[in-house]
């Protein structure tokens, strides 16, 4: 189960960078001067489109360490405590980022759509308006990562703290 | 120790709110004109203030918790684990919530410093110095108080799934 979420996650993470990374709009501003709009005009959807492959490349090294390494929910080698904390520590410092990386462009999007008068920023979505409506899908697409991301840390949890005795603090259980 | 880290939580959260909430600061911009600089010139630090203060409220109230129930680490009445459970989840959503806050504020941030040229977003923080300073010690507090209730979600999962058995799957544990 933990495979096939973390292969839910990949696709939608990568579908979050590649709707983000294809997605450019040029628009004639006055006769003949054009300006093509992309992610790269935007900080927050250039490093969204980093992070969202780093972690898709993480889940994925994590599904290949699902079939080759031992399963750490039934077995239990020598070593098995610090893996699972290992990958309890990975997984939430990945969510955590990938979570951060979409809010930052979430705001920024804000930005874009409606502006903010007092400062004299202009909003830009009434001109690119394909091209924003596909960052919000894509957007959307990635919060459904998240919760995918969040929901496979739990298990990661889940397989760490259930070794652990229900009595006794932070001692492992004998069997 | 839970106890202990929801007030460092709580004081970190308040902290937060009180820097970003009463910080103001009035520029003369011409002879005859003064604009006064404050939270509600943007939207992403009005936000942050009240999601913290709820935040904050949230954390209290588990603290009297903490004091006033049952101590799920140790003792076992009947309805145990759906509480264990309930506290899981709603810590969760409140280190998302704060997490996604700060990020979003952070972000809005880096636009009033840095501006954005291709935009014609201009910057303002070359303007309202003293302010930009005292909402980027917030932030900094802000994210001090996302680890610390990133750490208190761990004991959260700590006390969940320790309940629960090492061999099968998703089934409580007898002693």
Known sequence: MEALLRILSIIFLVLTACLVGLDSQTKVLFHFISRKASFKDLNALYVLVWIDTAAAVYNLLQVFRCYKLPDLTKDKPPYYIYLAWGFYLLDQAAVYMVFAAHSAAAQASIFAVTGQKNFQW??????????????????????????????????????????????????????
Request: hydrophobic share 45%.
């Open 122 to 175: 202009m909003k830009l979505c009434d001109k690119y308006t394909r091209f924003c409506i596909q960052i919000g899908g894509a957007l959307l697409c990635g919060y459904f990562a998240c919760l995918v991301m969040a929901i496979t840390s739990s298990i990661s949890a889940y397989v760490l703290f259930k070794r652990y005795s229900p009595q006794k603090f932070m001692v492992l259980k004998g069997n």
